[in-house]
């Protein structure tokens, strides 16, 4: 955000159940968080721009460019799950009700396992501390329900839909998602860029900044054909 933000305008926003954004909810699924993208830009008068997510994140975003198409004009992902089934399986078990609970009623030794696992996610020093953080602002509901649904997810039959420029980010030693999904992203998305960091996991932007920062920028900065 940072880097980029000293030639765009940009935005973040927090998925309901996440961050600073609203927590009482009767449903978290994906289809929301699409609908809240195009609810956000509605309010913000956005009328056509670049999403760029990651993980959960660039699900949703492949989704809005499906769903909404006016709205895209150019989409990103990054560690991103084409079919939720390529989710790693302890992430898939913690969607499920009763261990999603057995987790948050333990929020103490789920957190400090989770610090002592951080180095095989990400070997980013901060990672640890922002990973911290992002727990305690969650609720069990929208840990739960986002990733039941996430899990039920298969974009494979939409992806030719999309017909604006597409990349993929997509680290080698990723263990949240598996490291493949740019296969079924490039099957599906015939005009899609793959790009590949080989020393990263799941979080290429905070193991390989200036080299992520630089692929995006540039893939931003392009001019594509209309395809």
Not at 72 to 96: D, I, N, Q, R, T
Not at 99 to 125: E, H, Q, W
Not at 162 to 172: E, Q, S, T
Not at 200 to 209: D, I, Q, T
Request: proline fraction near 7%; charge should be positive.
């Amino acid at each position: 955000m940072a880097y980029l933000g000293a030639f765009y305008r940009t935005y973040a926003l927090d998925f309901w159940g996440f961050g600073e954004s609203g927590k009482k909810r009767e449903t978290y699924a994906v289809s929301d968080f699409v609908s809240l993208v195009n609810q956000f830009m509605e309010q913000l008068g956005i009328v056509h721009a670049p999403l760029v997510g990651h993980s959960m994140g660039g699900t949703v975003s492949l989704s809005v460019a499906i769903q909404y198409p006016e709205r895209v004009s150019k989409v990103v992902v990054v560690g991103s799950p084409m079919v939720g089934s390529s989710l790693a399986p302890l992430l898939k078990l913690a969607g499920y009700r009763p261990i999603a609970f057995m987790l948050f009623n333990m929020m103490g030794v789920f957190r400090t396992g989770m610090r002592m696992y951080s180095p095989i996610i990400c070997k980013d020093p901060r990672f640890p501390a922002m990973m911290d953080r992002d727990l305690s602002r969650t609720t069990v509901e929208s840990f739960l329900r986002s990733i039941s649904s996430l899990r039920r997810t298969d974009l494979s039959p939409m992806l030719p839909q999309i017909r604006v420029p597409a990349m993929g980010m997509y680290g080698d030693k990723d263990v949240i998602v598996h490291p493949l999904q740019w296969q079924p992203m490039q099957k599906g998305i015939t005009h899609a860029l793959i790009e590949r960091f080989p020393m990263a996991g799941h979080f290429p932007m905070l193991e390989e900044p200036a080299n992520f920062s630089q692929k995006l920028k540039s893939f931003l900065d392009q001019d594509f054909p209309a395809l």
